[in-house]
């Protein structure tokens, strides 16, 4: 038995060579991808310390506290891609994320897959992640993009994802969390994925007639399909400073009409300051925010006083006349935390 020591944990190397050999002989296709990853996992931990430059600023953020606590410059504030996990884990409650297990499988991928950077990096077959989670102790369905599977494209099975997520939480009477970071739809899968727009939009409309907040999060970038389809239709849309957001990016817009667009077109800024967001919200107050929100919409507490009024009424008679609708909620109070 060889054991290595490395960075405070110790490694079987001899356990590491018998279960690749049998992963060889199982599963052949997938085996140069595990190999692969295992061996950039081994280079990064071997490598010395390196510099983490600011890709804005140019600076040197290797023992910035801001940038390893959520990923953010300290200088100039830039926000770094998260991978849909690392979102999860920023939001929910620790140890309450419980993912859904997919109806539907991605498309087997050919071995070169497993060799691509974006599954080195997430382990995921599919750019969506999906499953219930608390957030300051209320139950919610989170659903998060990730960018480094085929740039966050929607694809057959992100839209299954994302249509079941919308039924659960409907049927569950929950809220829903979709943090977006998206390309578009995936062209690969040609008209079955563009058709996953019209099913989306589908099931987040029969969603809100369960009348349950849906908030979404626009990172950088949201673009696209997704964008154009439930992204869009959110109850509160929230997003991060300095987001690319638009159907398609600056330079195909200003190619495609010939006009030069102004500096900041596609921004998170500029699409606040015409009316197509409710908030900017920065990475570190972003938990904060969404459970202040969950809690405004919450139901509302189960004893009531005795009336007259209520005294014959059922239960879901007493609710609906009670509690308003999420329509004039959103009018009358959103407006004291944005």
Not at 239 to 263: D, M, S
């Amino acid at each position: 038995m060889v054991i290595v020591r490395v960075s405070g944990r110790c490694y079987n190397i001899t356990a590491m060579v018998s279960l690749f050999t049998e992963v060889k002989k199982t599963r052949p296709a997938r085996f140069f991808g595990e190999a692969v990853a295992w061996i950039t996992r081994w280079t990064t931990r071997l490598r010395p310390s390196q510099a983490v430059r600011c890709r804005r600023c140019g600076r040197d953020l290797f023992h910035a506290p801001k940038y390893r606590q959520a990923r953010i410059c300290d200088f100039c504030g830039y926000n770094f891609p998260l991978s849909a996990r690392a979102r999860i884990q920023a939001l929910a409650d620790s140890a309450t994320f419980v993912e859904f297990t997919p109806a539907r499988r991605a498309i087997r991928p050919p071995r070169t897959f497993y060799l691509r950077p974006g599954y080195r990096a997430s382990r995921q077959r599919e750019a969506i992640v999906v499953g219930t989670a608390q957030i300051a102790q209320q139950a919610v369905v989170i659903a998060a993009f990730d960018f480094r599977v085929f740039g966050g494209s929607m694809s057959v099975a992100v839209g299954e994802a994302m249509a079941r997520s919308f039924e659960h939480a409907a049927r569950q009477q929950l809220p829903l969390v979709a943090i977006i970071a998206s390309g578009g739809v995936r062209i690969q899968e040609g008209l079955s994925a563009l058709l996953q727009m019209a099913k989306t939009v589908v099931a987040a409309q029969e969603f809100q007639r369960a009348h349950r907040p849906f908030i979404a999060v626009l990172t950088n970038p949201t673009t696209g399909g997704v964008y154009a389809s439930f992204a869009s239709l959110a109850d509160i849309l929230l997003a991060e400073p300095g987001a690319l957001i638009g159907f398609a990016g600056p330079r195909i817009a200003q190619v495609a009409t010939g006009l030069t667009l102004p500096a900041g077109s596609h921004t998170a800024e500029s699409a606040l300051q015409n009316g197509m967001l409710d908030a900017i919200v920065p990475r570190e107050e972003l938990r904060e925010r969404i459970a202040k929100l969950l809690a405004l919409a919450s139901p509302p507490s189960p004893s009531l006083p005795s009336s007259p009024i209520l005294s014959n009424c059922t239960a879901t008679d007493c609710s609906a006349m009670i509690r308003p609708s999420w329509v004039d909620w959103h009018d009358s109070r959103i407006s004291r935390l944005l």
